[in-house]
């Protein structure tokens, strides 16, 4: 965020934000108190918590195996409670 | 006076004096809900779009809450933007008024004063202005039927320009303007202002191929900073807004100030007031000066931004101040235009003896023996506020 104005005098007019795609410089992974774990032995690659994470943050792999984007993940669950498998536990942040 | 656009002479209710301004002005987008007692507006702007004379989007809403929304996205598309409202149909917009503003939007509405229910009243009260006050529309008052036509004209020239960037309301009386015949000029055509009133050229437009985010969300850490910007702007205004009063005197050959003042200068006791009432108690100033009392009216065309130095510059040295109120603020030190002058007054280190005077709610006719009442409180030098023509 280090390319973003400061001052009130050099803000857009209206609060705009003119520079498209720029959620990606916001790192809510930061946010997150529990954290998805993956164990892949339960994996069926049903994609259900690809289709349902509501941050993009279940990435799928080439051999459609999930992995988690943890830059990105706010820690939600929703993937865990959705996983038909039990695959994902939401572990407590620097707890493991 | 020669002035530039070819005008014509004829009579109008206020209603269909601002939906000509509207025409005049060639608006884009029309989104608004019919209310009493602006329901003409936008009946007559219908009627134009209808039958050709108008290219315009008429987008007939749901609610007035979707009216002024709509007019948020066509004004952020760059389109000249009108609605109309009143009373409970603005009450009903609240959350959208400081939205349209804060995104700097350009819309013009036309407010046809009215009281707030209940118990549910369709006549004049300013509630509804005074409760888009603090939202950040820059908000005119019209004295008669002309102002409003010619109000409503410089409100989209204001509104659009590159140093404002804010939505303006054009406020008139309900009934006692909207609804009454009165001679006025108006321009001959559209094309006859095209000169003050160019096509609009929008900033921050909405562009597919250079996509912007429009009211996004912003946290501790970037909020106040887009207030003070949108303050600082905001208070700039007066300047650009004096600018168009000159500009359109040059081209209509009338000629607007932020506050219109009658005898003010000698006087021993001013009377400020908002709307079609500063007439009535002009004539009765007029009248009591010939009786020898040193009386004047002080009343506003701009009430938005309140033009703070002018008022006190204005009443400095005046001993007794009468702020008539057309609603009630309720708990608070006095009415809504009462806090305004004091709170100026203050702002410039004077203390005079003021006076409120509530009158007119709900369309209670003020009549010239109502002022004479008034005046006649004014006497007692214990008198703080007083209800003008309120039985009991």
């Known amino acids: 965020m280090s390319s973003w104005p400061v001052k009130w005098e050099e803000l857009p007019i209206g609060g705009v934000v003119d520079k498209p795609g720029n959620s990606l410089e916001v790192k809510t992974g930061s946010w997150r108190a529990l954290k998805p774990v993956i164990d892949l032995d339960k994996c069926i690659k049903c ?50 | 006076m020669n002035t530039i656009g070819k005008q014509v002479r004829l009579g109008l209710n206020g209603d269909e004096a601002v939906a000509y301004a509207a025409y005049h002005a060639d608006v884009d987008v029309i989104s608004a809900y019919p209310i009493t007692p602006q329901t003409i507006i936008v009946e007559r702007l219908s009627e134009f779009v209808y039958n050709g004379e108008l290219d315009a989007e008429f987008i007939a809403v749901e609610s007035e809450h979707s009216a002024l929304s709509a007019a948020v996205g066509a004004s952020l598309a760059g389109a000249r933007t009108f609605t109309a409202t009143a009373s409970q149909g603005l009450a009903l917009m609240y959350e959208i008024l400081y939205i349209a503003s804060s995104l700097r939007t350009s819309i013009v509405m036309a407010l046809g004063n009215r009281a707030f229910s209940a118990p549910i009243n369709i006549h004049c009260s300013h509630d509804d202005a005074y409760a888009a006050r603090d939202a950040g529309w820059i908000q005119f008052f019209a004295e008669n039927v002309q102002e409003a036509y010619d109000l409503t004209l410089i409100a989209f020239k204001v509104s659009e320009d590159k140093k404002v960037l804010f939505p303006s309301i054009v406020n008139l009386d309900g009934f006692i303007l909207t609804h009454s015949v009165e001679p006025l000029t108006i321009f001959e055509d559209k094309k006859e202002i095209k000169e003050f009133l160019p096509d609009r050229e929008a900033v921050n437009k909405i562009d597919p ?31 650009r807004i004096k600018e168009v009063f000159s500009e359109y005197e040059e081209f209509s050959g009338r000629s607007y100030s932020p506050l219109k003042k009658l005898y003010v200068d000698d006087a021993d006791i001013v009377f400020v007031v908002l709307g079609s009432t500063a007439g009535t108690m002009r004539t009765m100033v ?6 020898g009392e040193k009386v004047g009216v002080l009343s506003l065309t ?40 004091a709170a100026a007054l203050n702002k410039y280190g004077r203390y005079n003896r003021l006076i409120n005077a509530i009158y007119g709610l709900g369309g209670r006719d003020f009549t010239p023996e109502m002022a004479e009442d008034m005046l006649h409180a004014t006497k007692d030098p214990s008198i703080r506020e007083i209800w003008v023509g309120v039985r009991g």
């Open chain 1, 47 to 96: 994609l259900l918590c690809w289709v349902y994470c509501p941050d993009n943050a279940i990435i799928r792999r080439d051999d459609d195996y999930v992995e988690v984007d943890y830059e990105y993940c706010k820690g939600c669950g929703i993937c865990a409670h959705e996983c038909p498998t039990k695959a994902i536990d939401m572990v407590e942040e620097g707890g493991e």
């Open chain 2, 286 to 291: 007029k009248k009591w000066r010939k009786n």
């Open chain 2, 302 to 341: 701009l009430y938005r931004p309140f033009p703070s130095r002018e008022v006190a510059e204005a009443l400095k040295d005046v001993d007794t101040i009468v702020v008539m109120d057309r609603s009630y603020s309720f708990g608070s030190p006095g009415g809504q235009l009462y806090m305004d002058v």
């Open chain 2, 209 to 239: 191929s250079n996509p912007i985010t429009y009211g996004p969300l912003a946290l501790p850490d970037y909020y106040m900073e887009i207030k003070k910007q949108q303050a600082e702007a905001f208070n700039s205004t007066p300047a």
